[in-house]
């Protein structure tokens, strides 16, 4: 996740000299809080009110959106669906944005939210599979929320040593270092410290259900029979199920602040979880994690990517994108029944598999053929970028 990792710049200068209006610049990157920020000295209060929009926008670089209110949106998200997942987020973030300043990252990186989007993962996943305020944990509180503290800190540099690795093969870490640093601590915590253990009980599906949602020797509730509109609740919900958090206001508030930045990424997003709960269908009798959103998500983090973020939008990509949807569909159903024997969350592997494999994918010349992002603008203006430079050749050939 995360809009990019090839930026050298906290942003592309403005295109243009007219004054843009301030409505605009809201969207989009929203380039008005950059401005206003980035005038500001460092050696202030205002730093704290830079690393706080880097905070910001880590929430909603999971999702690929690089935008300040939109991550002010999935916050407020999260709070009306688990305040206490919403907290854990917030302190995971908060250490690992203040571990990057203090490892001197690039600023790019920081006031981007590049270094803080696997912390937020950390924090909010730890947090639904292991709470740190409730009873049925069987160990002290602060416990929990120190292990989501140091998983945040360590979230910034695994994040550091895998963009460097990947930068070799021209792909972006992801969400690799949120997936090494959860599956380890759900390997070396007792069972008793989590909900992942085959006695434990939950209402809801972000928990017990993140493990064994597709284990059908697991009790969740298999023999719910198929509602089209519970499909199209599941697909819903599978925004929400990015960080583990499962609730439909949730999700729609999330879904308003992604459409802040680009309403293409946000119909990406849902149109991936769409396709991925009907693959579904065919893969697991197990409805009930299909309703939950459990299907979804790492579908949609794949076609957000594919479709629309590391390519350009065209046709060609968006076919690229529903065919690793499936991939991504059938791997999670692999992934799921080798963890959960081992009682382990499946996280956001299918994705990052899929993922690394299909933004290998390369294409011919032509109007519609894969065209890999430059930088980290929003899809609507790669796209209408690359359908302006296509014309533009187009009529120098005609010249010739």
Not at 102 to 130: D, E, H, K, M, R
Not at 328 to 335: D, I, K, L, S, V
Not at 363 to 385: C, F, H, I, M, N
């Amino acid at each position: 996740m995360g809009s990019k990792v090839r930026r050298t710049n906290s942003f592309p200068a403005v295109d243009g000299t007219k004054k843009a209006n301030p409505l605009f610049e809201i969207l989009g990157e929203c380039r008005l809080v950059h401005h206003f920020l980035e005038k500001k000295s460092d050696r202030s209060l205002w730093l704290v009110i830079k690393l706080l929009d880097g905070i910001l926008r880590g929430f909603s670089q999971v999702v690929f959106a690089n935008n300040t209110i939109s991550g002010i949106f999935v916050i407020i998200g999260l709070a009306v669906a688990d305040i206490w997942v919403c907290a854990a987020g917030l302190l995971a973030a908060t250490l690992a944005t203040v571990t990057a300043s203090v490892f001197n990252q690039p600023w790019s990186s920081i006031s981007n939210g590049l270094v803080t989007y696997n912390g937020v993962l950390v924090g909010t996943v730890t947090a639904s599979i292991c709470p740190p305020i409730v009873a049925a944990t069987h160990g002290p509180t602060y416990l929990s929320w120190c292990l989501i503290g140091f998983g945040g800190v360590m979230s910034t540099l695994v994040t550091s040593g895998m963009a460097n690795l990947c930068k070799g093969v021209s792909l972006p870490p992801m969400t690799v270092p949120f997936n090494l640093i959860d599956l380890l601590m759900f390997i070396c915590l007792p069972s008793s410290l989590t909900h992942l253990a085959t006695f434990a009980t939950a209402d809801n599906a972000t928990t017990l259900e993140l493990a064994a949602s597709i284990n059908e020797t697991l009790p969740v509730n298999s023999t719910v029979s198929l509602d089209w509109i519970m499909v199209l609740r599941g697909s819903l919900l599978s925004m929400g199920q990015v960080y583990a958090a499962e609730s439909v206001v949730c999700s729609i508030i999330m879904y308003i602040g992604i459409t802040i930045f680009s309403p293409m990424l946000s119909i990406a997003l849902f149109s991936g979880s769409l396709l991925a709960s009907v693959c579904a269908l065919g893969l697991t009798e197990n409805y009930a994690a299909i309703y939950s959103g459990l299907w979804g998500y790492n579908s949609a983090l794949t076609a957000g990517a594919i479709a629309v973020t590391f390519y350009v939008p065209t046709m060609l990509s968006a076919f690229n994108a529903a065919m690793a949807v499936v991939f991504t569909a059938a791997a999670q159903r692999a992934f799921g029944l080798v963890l959960a024997t081992a009682g382990l969350p499946i996280l956001t592997i299918p994705f990052v598999v899929t993922s690394s494999m299909f933004l290998a994918v390369s294409s011919g010349t032509g109007r519609e053929r894969l065209v890999k992002a430059p930088d980290g603008r929003p899809p609507e203006y790669q796209r209408r970028r690359f359908t302006r430079s296509a014309s533009a050749i187009q009529i120098e050939a005609c010249d010739v």
